[in-house]
């Protein structure tokens, strides 16, 4: 039986980082779009394992980071709504909306919980019946079937004191976005490997295609990141576009046929803003009207979204890849994991709290533009 030793053995990294060094004959950027990708390149410093050449930006892979505030604004309202439990993630409780957060609407009076899963919410739910329990629902694909357990669960057991706040994401549309940014630098994109996990890879086929990009659908190990950055180069080198699997214990092309089929059963393809990235076309879920019964939006009649309001700290700039954390003003002097300024500093999967754990808060001068 394999461990996560298997992927980290020093003589495999060696040989790894040498393959890539004799591969490259130019510089080339590569995204990956997966916090916990970033966080595992930082943590085993495996951009510096890399040549000069070789640049890595890290761009909207945290579902916390890239939440509007307009959608905090509206958890912060229900959370303050009588006779209202508001639960989420607990990262998704530090991070303010336009002017405040979740956790200082518990300390207002609201009743917010921190949960591990939206089937925490349905048990809170059956066991307060005299209270209306919301889960406000965030994440890539990789959560939203379990969102969707949870809301399928309740309609079959008629739990009705339960809803949803819906900001699933969807990471293809987004990193379309990203290529059709003018200020986009990447040459080739490593996607996230739980991702894919669900959908599969043909999305990103279709990306890849397009855009005529290679997109090397990656894993969280160092073995299986120096994987995907060598092939991601070697499509470069070669002057080839398309989607290379460097995840294949647990990534099929297919994807996760059931839980594939959950998504399309409880949600419809929105148009949605991301933080920092604005409206992507197609870049959410939204609840199907099957299930309208339980969208919190509709049950507590919230009305049209607010714009995101402006703000000093460049998240967005981190999420696009236009700056490295350590480049943005604020990093490490107003703004610390204890008293963050923005979403990529609170969330444990932001690019700003990766930089701050793995580098400190004075790093190393970065090679990313400002
Ligand atoms: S360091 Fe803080 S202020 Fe700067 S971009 Fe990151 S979260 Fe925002």
Not at 84 to 112: C, K, N, P
Not at 340 to 355: F, H, K, Q, R
Request: proline share 7%; glycine share 8%.
């Amino acid at each position: 039986m394999t461990t996560s030793r298997d992927f980290r053995q020093p003589a495999l990294v060696k040989h790894l980082t040498e393959a890539i060094a004799q591969r490259v004959t130019r510089p080339w950027t590569l995204m990956e779009v997966c916090g916990g990708q970033t966080h595992s390149l930082l943590r085993y410093g495996i951009d510096r394992l890399l040549p000069p050449g070789v640049e890595l930006l890290h761009g909207p892979g945290c579902p916390v980071c890239v939440t509007p505030s307009e959608g905090i604004d509206r958890a912060i309202a229900l959370a303050l709504t009588p006779k209202t439990i508001m639960t989420s993630f607990g990262d998704m409780l530090r991070v303010r909306g336009s002017t405040t957060d979740l956790l200082s609407a518990r300390a207002q009076g609201g009743d917010v919980r921190a949960l591990l899963s939206p089937l925490d919410a349905l048990r809170i739910a059956e066991e307060h019946p005299e209270k209306d329990v919301v889960f406000f629902a965030v994440g890539f694909e990789t959560t939203a079937p379990s969102t969707a357990i949870a809301v399928s669960e309740a309609k079959r057991r008629k739990i009705h004191n339960f809803s949803l706040l819906v900001r699933h994401v969807r990471v293809a549309p987004a990193m379309e976005a990203l290529l059709l940014d003018p200020l986009a630098r990447m040459d080739g994109f490593l996607a996230a490997g739980h991702v894919a996990t669900v959908m599969g890879t043909q999305a990103i086929d279709q990306l890849a295609n397009r855009h005529q990009i290679p997109i090397v659908v990656t894993g969280f190990e160092p073995i299986d990141l120096l994987g995907g950055i060598y092939q991601c180069l070697s499509y470069l080198e070669e002057g080839r576009y398309g989607v290379s699997n460097a995840y294949p214990r647990a990534v099929k092309e297919e994807g996760n046929i059931p839980a594939q089929t959950l998504i399309k059963e409880v949600f419809d393809v929105i148009d949605l803003p991301w933080r920092g990235l604005g409206l992507i076309p197609a870049g959410g879920y939204r609840l199907s009207p099957r299930y309208r019964d339980y969208d919190a939006e509709i049950r507590f009649s919230l009305g049209p979204a607010k714009e995101d309001a402006e703000s000093a700290c460049r998240s967005g700039d981190v999420l696009r890849g236009i700056i490295k954390p350590d480049l943005c003003p604020a990093f490490g002097t107003s703004c610390t994991p204890e008293h963050p300024l923005g979403a990529t500093m609170v969330s444990g999967e932001g690019a700003c709290a990766a930089y701050f754990h793995y580098r400190g808060s004075n790093p190393a001068p970065t090679r990313a533009s400002s």
